[in-house]
């Protein structure tokens, strides 16, 4: 344990007219350090998670942060890209510069705005996050690329549409009471499971309802050492912090075993010394519904092929054995790429700390992030823990 979260700010996810990226960026730092009580002075370092890719002209956006205050002014700043994951990259950067002693307080920012561009030009954008010399013309776009995904896993597991309906439906209705959703809507069972001008299909067995959202929105958290956290108001420790990259060509793996996760899972729980039935919750990236289905078997939750059980028993709700994505996940929240990794760790600080509201898992004392760039490609798992 060499860090924890020692404050966070958190915007509204959805489609936000008239913000942009700088004005994101400057509010979330801003609130980010009044939460934790510090001042733009105290902050040795900052990491800013922004995927971009085209979404916006603004390709540079690392000195942005000091459009709000002079006193970030010569203090290093660093844009850092990862794909869906480029939040937690961020995050991670800020832990490793702790750890070499190279900075006591970092502030971490993930932001996106997706949503100054039309449809087509997002999906040109997001294929860039699979291996193009294979997918680059999958129709689609990236929702074909997780179509054939999830065709391969019902060609050996049989048809999973009930499953997928399930999940849509828990994260539609654990976002309905998450102020902070892009769609707080209980779409309820039925809808997300029937086809209809609402629902169409979208690539292969995804309908639109197992399809995450284009969105807009910032998250930031203040990371600190140990030894500063202890004498702060609140600190959230991480027990464990994980990355392993697997290949990018998804012809050169099982694509539906999701195995890059299960390795990020197994070497974070092996640091913390936890199994996975000591998690209180978990956060996991719900791109598309059949990605939290196969998350549930790599994380270990069922075993391959059976993850279905999980959800259809129940063990995935809010009440149930592992709550997974009580904040209605990037299907009902929103999927802001690079503000993404940054928002599931304050979420899931603020349910060990008891102040997640409506969407407080009770008791919660241990949670568990899982979030992936690509298609499981680059794949980060931490387990928070209040420190005190």
């Known amino acids: ?22 004005s994101l960026i400057v509010r979330v730092a801003a609130d980010a350090l009044a939460d934790a009580g510090l001042s733009p002075a105290d902050i040795d370092a900052i990491y800013i998670g922004n995927m971009n890719a085209g979404f916006v002209r603004q390709e540079f956006p690392s000195s942005l942060v000091m459009q709000g205050s002079d006193l970030f002014r010569f203090k290093p700043s660093t844009r850092v ?18 750890a070499a002693r190279k900075a006591r307080r970092v502030l971490a920012i993930g932001v996106e705005k997706m949503t100054e561009i039309a449809g087509a030009a997002v999906g040109d954008i997001l294929i860039r ?6 997918d680059g013309e999958v129709e689609g776009g990236f929702a074909g690329v997780f179509g054939r995904i999830t065709q391969a896993y019902f060609q050996k597991h049989g048809d999973q549409s009930d499953a997928l309906a399930r999940i849509a439906a828990k994260n539609h209705r654990n976002g309905a009471v998450n102020p902070l959703a892009q769609m707080q809507k209980d779409l309820g069972y039925d809808f997300c499971r029937t086809i209809s001008d609402k629902n169409p299909l979208v690539a292969g067995p995804l309908k639109r309802t197992d399809c995450s959202l284009v969105s807009d929105g910032a998250a930031a958290v203040v990371l600190a050492d140990i030894d500063t956290a202890l004498a702060m108001s609140k600190a959230v420790v991480f027990r464990a912090a994980e990355q392993v990259n697997d290949f990018l060509p998804m012809s050169k ?9 299960e390795v990020a899972w ?53 009440d149930g054995r592992l709550p ?10 929103g999927h802001p790429i690079g503000a993404t990794g940054v928002s599931m760790h304050v979420l899931a600080a603020q349910q060990v700390t008891g102040t997640a509201g409506g969407i407080q898992v009770k008791d919660a004392k241990l949670a568990g992030i899982f979030n992936m ?8 798992v931490s387990i928070l823990e209040p420190l005190r």
Request: with cysteine; charged share 20%.
């Open 129 to 134: 996050a699979s291996y193009l010399p294979e």
């Open 1 to 22: 344990m060499t860090a924890c979260i020692v404050g966070w700010a958190h915007t509204k996810f959805g489609r936000l007219e008239g913000e942009t990226l700088e």
């Open 324 to 333: 997974i994505n009580p904040s209605g996940g990037l299907k009902s929240k």
């Open 253 to 261: 793996r099982d694509i539906t075993l999701f195995e890059g996760c």
């Open 373 to 380: 760039g690509g298609a499981c490609v680059a794949n980060y």
């Open 81 to 98: 890209e990862n794909a869906c994951a480029t939040g937690s990259a961020a995050i991670h950067q800020g832990l490793n510069a702790i």
């Open 266 to 318: 197994k070497k974070a729980l092996a640091s913390s010394g936890l199994t996975l039935a000591d998690l209180d919750l978990v956060e996991t990236h719900d791109c598309f519904t059949s990605a939290e289905l196969l998350e549930y078997e790599a994380m270990g939750l069922t075993a391959r092929g059976d993850g279905a059980r999980a959800i259809h028993e129940g063990w995935t709700e809010k």
